[in-house]
């Protein structure tokens, strides 16, 4: 079994145990980038921590490892080939305020969230390129990739009546100060 198979697979029993522990305690699965689990502690009713714990799919974001090959002058004169992520672990902090969607009619709670928070994730690269030289010989390399900095959280929410389950869509805007410093990303879960 493959490690995003067995993270998948635990991911998947932590959600059928259940989605809520209590009214102001949320634990769940994150299906986005990343992929994993969160918990959501709300400190009043429209303000909460989140704290996420997770992974990247190995095919997600291609063309960033493949932008940052040419970032890193380790590679100067040398031709990209290809890259595998090898590992991939993300953690994620997050404070969001929560506003209350009023719709007549609706079962359940809908709500819109905003928010600020800090993203720490650890890949390990490999990457395959060509020396340039009159012989063009391929070799490989695995790298570290570090990416930190702060981020801003943006999403909607729906909070089900009567079974322990919330949906979620959100985008996030992280600006990277570590490893690539001004460097935008965009994520969404």
Same mark, same amino acid.
């Given at each position: 079994m493959t490690k995003p198979s067995i993270l998948f697979f635990t991911l998947f029993i932590l959600f059928s145990i259940g989605a809520s522990a209590q009214d102001t305690h949320y634990m769940g699965v994150?299906?986005? @980038? !990343?992929i994993g689990i969160t918990y959501k502690k709300f400190v009043?009713? @429209?303000?909460?921590?989140e704290f996420i714990l997770g992974t990247s799919s190995p095919r997600w974001r291609k063309n960033y490892y493949e932008n #940052?090959? /040419?970032?890193?002058?380790? /590679?100067?004169?040398? #031709? $990209? =080939?290809?890259? +595998?992520? +090898? #590992?991939?672990m993300s953690l994620q902090g997050r404070y969001l305020f929560h506003n209350t969607i009023q719709a007549e009619g609706m079962e359940g709670k809908l709500q819109w969230y905003a928010g600020a928070g800090a993203m720490l +994730? $650890?890949?390990?690269? =490999? $990457?395959? $390129? /060509? @020396?340039?030289? !009159? @012989?063009?010989? %391929? %070799?490989?390399?695995v790298r570290t990739n570090i990416d930190f900095g702060p981020e801003a959280i943006g999403g909607v929410e729906y909070y089900f009546e009567d079974i322990p389950l919330a949906v979620f869509g959100e985008m996030s805007v992280l600006f990277e100060m570590a490893d690539k410093p %001004?460097?935008?990303?965009?994520l969404g879960g």
């Open positions: 994150r299906i986005g @980038d !990343p009043r009713s @429209d303000r909460a921590f #940052s090959f /040419y970032h890193y002058t380790i /590679y100067d004169g040398n #031709s $990209y =080939q290809s890259h +595998k992520v +090898k #590992s991939s +994730k $650890y890949s390990r690269i =490999q $990457y395959k $390129y /060509y @020396d340039n030289t !009159p @012989d063009n010989t %391929l %070799l490989s390399n %001004l460097t935008v990303q965009i």
